[in-house]
Nanobody, 113 residues
Framework: QVQLVESGGGLVQAGGSLRLSCVAS????????MYWYRQAPGKQREFVAA?????NYAGSVKGRFFISRDNAKNTVDLQMNSLKPEDTAVYYC?????????WGKGTLVTVSS
């Protein structure tokens, strides 16, 4: 079992920055890739970024968002710059472990125009 807790969400003006953090606990030795996903109101959950053997980003955030992982602290952060109103969503941390994808409860990011 892996538990994930996100933090750092909030309200920010367009063009601003936020940094999300996710801390993992439980069977952390078994964690492979860690992810950030987001779900905007009325839309499906979508991939944002991943940190495994390499980092990967959705096209819509590439060059603006940056994922970083600290295995010593069991954390994965998402630095979000140049935020746009369309980045408004609940952001979820996820971690893969032994074929299972674990999810946090999410943190809300609201970008005002």
């Amino acid at each position: 079992q892996v538990q994930l807790v996100e933090s750092g969400g909030g309200l920010v003006q367009a063009g601003g920055s936020l940094r999300l953090s996710c801390v993992a606990s439980g069977s952390i030795f078994s964690i492979g890739t860690m992810y950030w996903y987001r779900q905007a109101p009325g839309k499906q959950r979508e991939f944002v970024a991943a940190s495994g053997g390499s980092t990967n980003y959705a096209g819509s955030v590439k060059g603006r968002f940056f994922i970083s992982r600290d295995n010593a602290k069991n954390t994965v952060d998402l630095q979000m710059n140049s935020l746009k109103p369309e980045d408004t969503a609940v952001y979820y941390c996820a971690a893969s472990s032994r074929g299972i994808l674990y999810w946090g409860k999410g943190t809300l990011v609201t970008v005002s125009s």
